[in-house]
């Protein structure tokens, strides 16, 4: 094989390569400017911060005045997912059964009670407005994702 078709195979291979990384990177950057947005807007017009945890937590507890915001968040989120779903890849195989699923799920849950909020809340509003708290937690939950990561690939 002469030496320009192996260049342009290699060339063909890294363009590719990184449209799918710019492609990538913009899909995480608008969903990021989407979350940030929302954040803003309902602290703007609500006053309340943006702890996805926190806004389900209201709506299971004992119902309150504040209901009404709180579910019409939750149904946004849901609408916005739909919204999104054709122009991402959803996963059809999570590599875990539901039940194990459904145990990750309470541990997180119970997680967020602990650190009086999850990584929306912690990650996106609390570091956004400088929060030492939110800082400490979110550095938390990076460190405690990086090694269950690396338990679940490489030791189980």
Request: hydrophobic share 50%; glycine share 16%; net charge positive.
């Given at each position: 094989?002469?030496?320009s078709d192996i260049a342009q195979i290699i060339l063909s291979a890294t363009l590719k390569e990184i449209n799918m990384d710019l492609l990538l990177f913009t899909k995480a950057l608008v969903g990021g400017i989407l979350l940030g947005c929302s954040a803003i807007l309902l602290l703007m017009f609500n006053g309340r911060i943006a702890g996805i945890s926190g806004i389900l937590g209201g709506c299971i507890s004992a119902p309150s005045s504040d209901w009404i915001w709180r579910g019409l968040f939750i149904v946004g989120i849901l609408i916005g997912?739909?919204?999104a779903a054709p122009f991402g890849e959803m996963p059809q195989n999570f590599g875990s059964s539901p039940?194990?699923?459904a145990i990750a799920g309470?541990?997180?849950?119970?997680?967020t009670?602990?650190?009086s909020g999850c990584t929306s809340g912690h990650g996106i509003c609390g570091i956004g407005r400088f929060?030492?708290?939110s800082i400490i937690a979110t550095v938390t939950f990076m460190l405690t994702a990086g090694i269950t990561v690396f338990v679940r690939l490489h030791l189980l």
């Amino acid at each position: 094989m002469p030496s320009s078709d192996i260049a342009q195979i290699i060339l063909s291979a890294t363009l590719k390569e990184i449209n799918m990384d710019l492609l990538l990177f913009t899909k995480a950057l608008v969903g990021g400017i989407l979350l940030g947005c929302s954040a803003i807007l309902l602290l703007m017009f609500n006053g309340r911060i943006a702890g996805i945890s926190g806004i389900l937590g209201g709506c299971i507890s004992a119902p309150s005045s504040d209901w009404i915001w709180r579910g019409l968040f939750i149904v946004g989120i849901l609408i916005g997912g739909a919204i999104a779903a054709p122009f991402g890849e959803m996963p059809q195989n999570f590599g875990s059964s539901p039940v194990t699923l459904a145990i990750a799920g309470l541990l997180v849950g119970i997680g967020t009670r602990i650190g009086s909020g999850c990584t929306s809340g912690h990650g996106i509003c609390g570091i956004g407005r400088f929060s030492p708290r939110s800082i400490i937690a979110t550095v938390t939950f990076m460190l405690t994702a990086g090694i269950t990561v690396f338990v679940r690939l490489h030791l189980l």
